[in-house]
């Protein structure tokens, strides 16, 4: 008989024995792979300056363009993270395209509306996933983003990401 009616194997090593031995060898041997055999993948991450470039939904009024001020912190509207700095807004008149009697389309300029592009600076890592404000948030080109500062809070597009050589 293999197990005797104590639980032991062979009648000399509890089998509870033989599985706390062989937890015991797995934590040893995992331990040693991790910190001596794996791949580190090189040193900590290296943070850099990365810059990009929001523009807001089209055709925004003129309280909304005066509440983005540069210099204004930036914080992302759903984590409340931290996401960069206002180094510069361009302002453009907005313009739409209508259509005319005659069935074609012309581009004209909405009346008080204007469309904003802000570049914004944040410290942050660009790796093989990708550019990551604060090193945990995603900044990626033509994704959404909640665009909050302490005037406002805009749905924005990002149209560019770039890591600055400091």
Not at 33 to 48: L, N, P, S, V
Not at 54 to 59: H, L
Not at 134 to 157: A, P, Y
């Amino acid at each position: 008989m293999l197990i005797d009616e104590k639980g032991r194997l062979f009648g000399k090593v509890s089998v509870v024995d033989i599985l706390v031995v062989l937890f015991i060898v797995g934590a040893v041997a995992g331990a040693y792979y991790k910190f001596f055999i794996a791949e580190r993948g090189g040193a900590a991450a290296q943070f850099d300056t990365l810059q990009y470039q929001v523009i807001t939904v089209s055709g925004v009024r003129q309280p909304s363009v005066d509440a983005v001020k540069e210099g204004a912190e930036v914080f992302d509207g759903e984590t409340g993270g931290y996401i960069g700095k206002v180094i510069q807004k361009d302002i453009s008149p907005a313009k739409s395209f209508i259509k005319k009697t005659d069935g074609t389309y012309a581009e004209a300029r909405m009346p008080d509306k204007f469309d904003v592009i802000i570049t914004v600076e944040v410290t942050g890592v660009e790796n093989d996933h990708g550019f990551f404000a604060n090193g945990n948030i995603e900044i990626k080109r033509g994704s959404d983003l909640k665009f909050k500062t302490q005037m406002i809070m805009l749905e924005t597009r990002v149209v560019d990401v770039r890591r600055i050589k400091n």
